[in-house]
Structures are given as C-alpha cells and as structure tokens.
C-alpha cells in the first residue's frame, strides 16, 4: 500500500513497517515515530500528514502538526480505532 500527501509518500511493506520520502514537513520524515511504526493495517495521506492505524487499534501521525500530524492531545483517545479517513485542502 502507498499513501500520498501533497509532497510526500508513505508506503506500508509487507511486514508491517513503513517507509517515508519526500518533503520533510510533509510527512516525508517520518524518524520521530518510526519506532511505532510497527504492525501497521493501513495508512492515510492528508495534504501535509499521515496517520497510520496499527493491527491493535491504535493511531500513529506524522507530518505538519496544523494537517493533523500531531495527534499527542488525542492520542488517549485513539483506541481500538476501525478506521480513519483523511481530508485534503
């Protein structure tokens, strides 16, 4: 599976890891969460963030903190999640 931003890539490998490229700030870094980026089902491209929801339900966002990459003040709320769905601009 790959998953765009609007300059970025973020592609789900068979194991269930992730690999990022592109612009940065576009989700394009993903090194701050890469260490959570493990059993992931599937991902989701804003204009400028990802989120990934992992195979036991929870939620990892990288990318612009404006676009939804940072999901810190939610993330106690990000529990047992079916699916997400991204919006662009």
């Known amino acids: 599976q790959i ?3 609007d300059f970025a890539f973020a592609a789900r490998r068979e194991d269930g890891t992730v690999v ?6 576009a989700g394009g870094d993903s090194s701050q969460v890469q260490g959570q980026l493990r059993d992931v ?6 204009s ?9 339900g929870s939620v990892v966002t ?11 003040h939610v993330q106690h709320k990000l529990r ?3 699916q997400v769905q991204a919006a662009r601009a």
């Open 3 to 5: 998953q765009s931003s």
């Open 80 to 82: 047992n999640v079916q």
């Open 62 to 72: 990288w990318g612009d903190p404006e676009w939804g990459g940072d999901s810190r």
């Open 41 to 46: 089902r599937e991902i989701h491209g804003s």
């Open 48 to 56: 400028l963030a990802f989120a990934a929801v992992l195979e036991n």
């Open 20 to 25: 990022t490229w592109g612009l940065p700030d």
